[in-house]
């Protein structure tokens, strides 16, 4: 028998509540990872290389060993099996032999307390023979050699790649205009207020607990059964509750790795909490990215095609780059209908930290680019660019030129919101004295339709427990970092069964415990962990409907599950909620379900299409007022205006929070956020070295830079996700970038081609302007990369099957039709 | 030259409680706070006094855990986020950045409500200007900081209540 169909008002979803480990984090309850300490615990430091490039020719420990109070000492030769986050770019060793980045860790020292450590670092002897450094991208394509990685498409080349949809040439040639701009958009990194830290020990039933600030303990389960050659099954990985996380959390860290080696070794638990500076040089972050833009529209202002290539500073090891610069361009045709799009895309290795997933992860670049560059053709067809972009806005349940398939979108009602909340008309090219209003619109996934690594298996999973106490407990190995994964869990579980977030009991993040959920990135979690969630929750309704319709004697279809009842409205017979799980766990045995879930397979069938496709994508458009003062170039926000497309509310303080967040630190990024590098002088090593790896000066805006924010949230429920809900946490960063470059144009008539969109900047481009240039600063152009061949696919618009088509087979049917 | 104690030994008012302990005389307050008294609400971001995640009253007066050594606090007052919680209840402070949005990750949290509190105490009817002015020095890179001031704002209220 199945549960209800009765459909009742929500009673959990969409009200604002108190999250529920909010509790804690008010009280100093909430344990992080550094806040744990375990009897006999030991702590360890990393040595870090000086040098960006070199090869450790020896290393000499003895004294460092010696040194009272060490432990243990470790080096490269403790660990012979690298790992790494995607399964095509394993290339890291928890300790290297071969230095990629000022900071890459080459030694370890585990000692009584991190002051010992510390000083046992300074004990260890390491010659390093010193390669010449790659400094950037153009620095990688000159030179061939020396090569930082033994692997990737070519010399310093990571990952090279082309796609073409449909003739991207012929559809330029025809078009009323053809727009070509260049833009950069710098570097910077996550700065989550808690520093990494991990704790390893070995349990009681002789396994390995490794505890740790990630975000994706999945993955590092996986990384740790690899590097350390264990079964999975003999190591638990328990994710703390992350102190932000915004993507630097997600790949598996050298740190990890080493204190669970050590703690191996030793038989005790270690653990090793990274300082501030540290971070920086773990870092993933915003990949630095040159990217061109050839766009083709007609004089109405539709667009006909695009010809984009990116230019990716990946810095010293693969990470997540495959992905990141995949990126760089596929969700681009997801927001404005692009008949036909070709895009190249290389990712370079670099002498730097790693780059990888931060919010938004490799969208954010091409957006600005976008973004900024249909300001530029709103100007020049004499359009307003509100107007041009509703215009040209993505339809609901179609397919793009590169085969994703767009669900639900509220993306023209988001433009309309925020040009009626802004009084835009009244404002744009109005406002004049050095004020300014700017547009821009983005689209986000919720959740990546393929895991990591290629498997069948659910992306995420659900257990749910209930017995006679009336407690109901829900395990989920989803990560809470700061988002509200465990609330958003607790308020589906809780709208299901008719009772109060309260009266459920989450455990996330534990993979001794808790069923596989893929981990807190590509804003994956509110739709993956909660289909599974649902569906557990709608197992157990059912079971607790049989026994209850029983006892009222009355039929279970017609049961309603409201605050902390179950009844009959026809008969108004009820019982509490409690009783139901009384008598169903009488009926039924122990009381539980499991639920789980796989995203639909995307139809594209080519090489390369499983990155893009997501079950449902969010839309945002954002207005920002900008203030730009001609003497010093100092820009002010007073107010910006966004609308977010988020299907369905799940708790309004928590989205609203999610949305100030992330213009947060769009605005943090366009204003002042680089995470920039220098030379040292000649005479010391010229050294590529992080400019400022301190809080102090990489900047980041206080509650005194904060302009106010107007949010509107966009309901339009998107059948894919759970109550219709889509992602919230990384979208609304996305507009906010090419919205302030828009902004200062109006207020100015500058434009800053390159994020981020600093007062010198403004400055300089004032100067052209003032003395007849160009008033642009932006890169002037763009270099030869030698891109491959384009794996050419036929839209779907012009009659495609989603597969590649060869050159033959195009010349061929060519020659048919002539 | 006389040796330097190995530990000092000696009493912390913490909380209104009198706490005995015994650490290495380089800590600072926050590494006293967190590895000795096992009090790891206060957190830490840097070390360096730039984040004010470590952020706890002294006389009342806020400040940075990390730059203050522990041997400099015999005989005064110390509070600490652990402290601020009406015995099962929560203050208003608590109560409203739970409730509002204040706090996301929380990681932050404790040095931005301790911050708050200080001046709270001082400033009863403190502007959003004057709460936006005295957490400056607190950064979180999650809230964007306007459920922040709005839940310092509600809680300045209720207090004001409370005082009537």
């Not at chain 1, 957006?367 to 041009?388: S, T």
């Not at chain 1, 599950?561 to 008969?571: I, L, M, Q, R, Y």
């Not at chain 1, 605005?667 to 090593?685: D, I, N, V, Y």
């Amino acid at each position: 028998m199945s549960a209800a169909p009765v459909k009742r008002r929500l009673e959990v979803v969409g009200k604002a509540r108190r999250r529920v480990d909010g509790r804690a984090k008010v009280t100093g309850q909430l344990r992080f990872a550094d806040d744990l300490a375990l009897p006999r615990m030991l702590h360890c430091k990393l040595l870090r290389s000086p040098h960006p490039h070199a090869l450790v020719e020896s290393i000499d420990v003895e004294g460092a060993r010696r040194h009272p109070g060490v432990h243990l000492v470790l080096t490269k030769q403790d660990f012979p099996v690298p790992f790494g986050i995607m399964p095509v770019s394993i290339d890291e060793f928890p300790l290297t032999d071969h230095a990629r980045h000022v900071g890459d860790p080459v030694a370890a020292v585990i000692a009584v307390d991190e002051q010992t450590a510390n000083d046992a670092l300074g004990l260890i002897q390491v010659r390093f023979s010193p390669l010449k450094t790659i400094s950037d991208p153009e620095d990688a394509l000159r030179n061939p050699e020396p090569r930082i990685h033994d692997y990737g498409d070519q010399g310093n080349i990571h990952r090279n790649q082309s796609y073409e949809f449909g003739d991207v040439d012929e559809a330029l040639a025809r078009s009323d205009h053809v727009f070509e701009d260049v833009f950069f958009y710098q570097g910077n990194t996550h700065l989550p207020m808690e520093e990494q830290a991990t704790l390893a020990t070995v349990e009681g039933d002789g396994k390995l607990l490794v505890t740790s600030s990630t975000q994706n303990p999945h993955y590092l389960h996986r990384q740790l059964a690899r590097v350390l050659q264990m079964p999975g099954s003999k190591i638990r990985v328990v994710a703390t509750p992350n102190g932000g996380g915004f993507g630097g959390k997600c790949d598996p860290a050298n740190h990890e790795m080493v204190v669970a080696k050590a703690a191996l070794a030793l038989g005790r638990p270690v653990k090793i909490c990274l300082t501030r500076e540290e971070v920086f040089y773990q870092h993933r972050g915003r990949h630095p990215v040159l990217m061109k833009l050839r766009t083709g529209v007609t004089k109405d202002g539709r667009l006909t095609g695009m010809h984009l290539q990116t230019l990716l500073d990946g810095g010293g090891y693969g990470s997540h780059g495959p992905a990141s610069t995949f990126y760089t361009g596929v969700l681009t045709p997801v927001t404005y209908e692009l008949p036909r799009f070709k895009f190249e895309a290389c990712r370079t290795f670099t002498n730097k930290p790693a780059c990888g997933p931060k919010r938004g992860h490799g969208t954010p670049q091409p957006r600005f680019g976008q973004e900024v560059q249909l300001d530029k053709i709103a100007e020049r067809l004499n359009m307003d660019p509100a107007e041009l972009r509703l215009g040209i806005v993505t339809k609901p349940d179609s397919l793009t030129a590169n085969w994703l398939r767009i669900g639900t979108t509220g993306l023209a009602e988001c433009i309309r919101e925020v040009v009626a909340r802004s009084e835009w008309k009244k404002r744009f090219r109005k406002l004049g004295q050095g004020k300014g209003v700017g547009l821009a619109c983005s689209t986000y996934m919720c959740g990546a339709g393929l895991p990591i690594y290629w498997n069948k298996l659910p992306h995420s999973g659900v257990q749910l427990l209930l017995d006679r106490s009336g407690q109901v407990t829900v395990y989920c190995g989803a990560t809470e970092i700061g988002q509200g994964s465990d609330d958003v869990l607790a308020t589906i579980v809780a709208e299901v069964l008719g009772i109060d977030t309260g009266e459920v009991r989450c455990v996330t993040g534990d993979t001794g415990m808790t069923p596989v959920d893929l981990g807190s990135y590509s804003s994956r979690v509110t739709i993956m962990m909660g289909n599974a969630a649902m569906q557990a929750a709608e197992r157990v309704k059912a079971q607790l409907a049989e026994a209850a319709a029983e006892q009222l004697e009355v039929l279970p279809a017609g049961l309603v599950f409201s605050n902390g009842k179950v009844f009959d409205p026809a008969s108004s017979r009820s019982m509490a909620f409690l009783e139901a799980i009384q008598y169903a766990e009488a009926k039924f045995g122990t009381l539980g379900a499991v639920g789980s879930y796989t995203p639909p397979r995307p139809p594209g069938r080519y090489k390369g299409s499983g990155v893009g496709p997501s079950p449902a994508y969010s839309f945002s458009a954002c207005v920002i007022e900008a203030e730009v003062d001609a003497n010093t170039g100092w820009i002010h926000v007073p107010k910006i205006w966004i609308a977010h497309d988020i299907g369905r509310t799940l708790n309004p303080v928590l989205a609203r929070g999610q949305v100030i967040g992330g213009v947060y630190m769009g605005l943090g990024e366009t204003l002042m956020e680089e995470q920039a590098f220098r030379r040292l002088p000649e005479k010391l090593s010229q050294a590529l070295v992080h400019r400022m790896p301190s809080m102090l000066e990489y900047k980041s805006l206080t509650a005194l830079d904060m302009p106010e924010v107007d949010v509107a949230l966009i309901e339009d429920p998107d059948p894919n996700c759970p109550f219709g809900a889509k992602e919230v946490g990384q979208g609304p960063l996305l507009p906010v970038m090419p919205a302030l470059a828009n902004a200062v144009y109006d207020a100015v008539g500058v434009r800053i081609d390159e994020i981020p969109v600093t007062p010198d900047k403004v400055l300089r481009a004032l100067e052209l302007k003032n003395s007849g240039k160009n008033p642009r600063i932006g890169p002037e152009r763009f270099p030869s990369v030698p891109y491959p061949e384009p794996v050419f696919v036929v839209t779907p618009q012009e009659g495609g099957d989603g597969k590649e088509t060869k050159r033959e087979e195009r010349k061929r049917a060519a020659a048919a039709v002539v | 030259m006389a040796a330097v104690p190995q530990r000092l030994h000696l009493k912390l008012t913490v909380n209104g409680e009198e706490a005995p302990v015994s650490f290495a005389p380089y800590k600072s307050l926050l590494e006293v706070l967190r590895e000795d008294l096992g009090l790891t609400g206060t957190k830490h971001g840097c070390e360096l006094g730039e984040c004010g995640a470590c952020t706890v009253l002294l006389d009342g007066e806020p400040v940075l855990s990390c730059l203050v050594l522990a041997l400099e606090c015999e005989g005064r007052r110390i509070e600490t986020i652990e402290g601020l919680a009406r015995g099962a209840g929560l203050h208003p402070l608590q109560a409203a950045f739970a409730d509002l949005g204040g706090s996301q990750c929380g990681y932050c949290t404790p040095g931005v409500i301790m911050t708050a509190k200080a001046l709270l105490d001082k400033n009863p009817d403190a502007t959003k200007e004057e709460i936006r002015r005295a957490t400056a020095g607190n950064l979180c890179r999650c809230t964007g900081y306007l459920q922040i001031t709005e839940a310092i704002a509600r809680a300045a209220g209720e207090l004001r209540e409370e005082a009537k």
